[in-house]
Nanobody, 124 residues
Framework: QVQLVESGGGLVQAGGSLRLSCTASGRTFKNYVMGWFRQTTGKDREFVAA????????YYTDSVKGRFTISRDNAKNTVYLQMNSLKPEDTAVYFCAARRYRGEDIYTSTYDYWGQGTQVTVSS
């Protein structure tokens, strides 16, 4: 069992920055691919970014490329999402997720564990 706890959300003006953190407890963090997803009311949860077990590879949805950076510190059991140049359309609840085995990064169904989410609100 893996427990994931997100933090770092909040209210920020357009053009600003936030850094989300997700800390894992339980089984060995380094064995998991980590992802970030986001969800707004009435919409499906959508993929934002993912990072490989060792941190050497990352993947982003097109709308955040060049603005968001995913990273991880396996010694601290933590994955981060640095969000710069935020836009009002980035407003959502952001979730981190952990995947033990091979699968497609972008699909929620391939992830085994989820955090409770943290709200990010970007004002115009």
């Amino acid at each position: 069992q893996v427990q994931l706890v997100e933090s770092g959300g909040g209210l920020v003006q357009a053009g600003g920055s936030l850094r989300l953190s997700c800390t894992a407890s339980g089984r060995t963090f380094k064995n998991y691919v980590m992802g970030w997803f986001r969800q707004t009311t009435g919409k499906d949860r959508e993929f934002v970014a993912a990072i490989s077990r060792g941190g050497g590879s990352s993947y982003y949805t097109d709308s955040v490329k060049g603005r968001f950076t995913i990273s991880r510190d396996n010694a601290k059991n933590t994955v981060y999402l640095q969000m710069n140049s935020l836009k009002p359309e980035d407003t959502a609840v952001y979730f981190c997720a952990a995947r033990r085995y091979r699968g497609e990064d972008i699909y929620t169904s391939t992830y085994d564990y989820w955090g409770q989410g943290t709200q990010v609100t970007v004002s115009s």
